[in-house]
C-alpha cells in the first residue's frame, strides 16, 4: 500500500514538477554549470546501497592542494535557496519511481555512518528512506544527530498511511516557514561521528 500511495503522488504531481524539475535544471546549469546533478552513494532498506540524485547546490572549488573546499566555502547563494525550499530535493522522485526511496521515510545518509550507530539507530533501515520524513518536521538539520536519529526510530515503530500524509503536509508547511534549514554554528548539516561522541563534544 504504501508503493502504491507513493506511485499515485508521483503520478498526480507529475505535470507540475517535470516543469518545475525543467526550470530549476536551467537555473542550476546557468548558475553552477555541469554536472547539474549531484550523485552520491546512500544506504537505503536492510542496508544496501543506491545511488541518490539532487541538484547541485555547491561549486566545485579546490583549494590549493587540489581537494575540494569545505562545504562552507562551496555552497553558493543560489545553492542555499535551493535548499532552503527543498528544490534540490525533488530529482529524488526518480529514486521513489526506480523503488530506492519512498515520499516518506527516514533520510538516507552516508555509507560511512553505518559502523557509527547504536543497535537501536540501524533500525531505521528497516524500511525504505524517504524524501521527507518525521525528523524533518520535528526540527529538520536544527537538532543534534541523536535526537534526529530517535525520530526516525520513532515512525519505524509508528508508521501509518495517515502519519505519512500528516508529514507530507507538514513538510510543505517547513518549506514554506524555511524552518529547520541549517544547525546553529553550520552551513550544512555536521557529519555523524556517533552519539556517544556527539555527547562528549557539548
Request: net charge positive; with cysteine.
Amino acid at each position: 500500500m504504501k508503493r502504491l500511495f507513493d506511485l499515485m503522488i508521483c503520478l498526480l504531481l507529475a505535470p507540475p514538477v517535470a516543469l518545475l524539475l525543467m526550470a530549476v535544471a536551467i537555473l542550476v546549469r546557468h548558475r553552477l554549470g555541469s554536472p547539474v546533478l549531484f550523485r552520491q552513494n546512500r544506504i537505503g532498506l536492510y542496508e544496501r546501497p543506491f545511488v541518490i540524485y539532487k541538484f547541485r547546490t555547491m561549486t566545485e572549488s579546490l583549494d590549493p592542494a587540489g581537494n575540494l573546499r569545505e562545504d562552507r566555502d562551496r555552497l553558493t547563494d543560489f545553492g542555499e535557496k535551493l535548499r532552503a525550499l527543498s528544490l534540490d530535493e525533488l530529482p529524488q522522485l526518480w529514486n521513489v519511481l526506480k523503488g530506492d526511496m519512498s515520499l516518506v521515510g527516514p533520510r538516507p545518509l552516508l555509507p560511512q555512518y553505518l559502523p557509527r550507530y547504536t543497535v537501536r539507530q540501524r533500525r531505521r533501515h528497516e524500511i525504505k528512506p524517504g524524501i521527507t520524513g518525521w525528523s524533518q518536521v520535528n526540527g529538520r538539520n536544527a537538532v543534534s544527530w541523536a535526537a534526529r536519529l530517535n525520530l526516525d526510530v520513532w515512525y519505524v515503530d509508528h508508521r501509518r498511511h495517515w502519519l505519512d500524509v500528516r508529514i507530507l503536509g507538514l513538510t510543505l508547511l517547513k518549506v514554506l516557514k524555511r524552518e529547520g534549514i541549517r544547525r546553529q554554528g553550520y552551513s550544512t548539516m555536521p557529519e555523524f561521528m556517533g552519539s556517544a561522541l556527539e555527547r562528549r563534544t557539548k
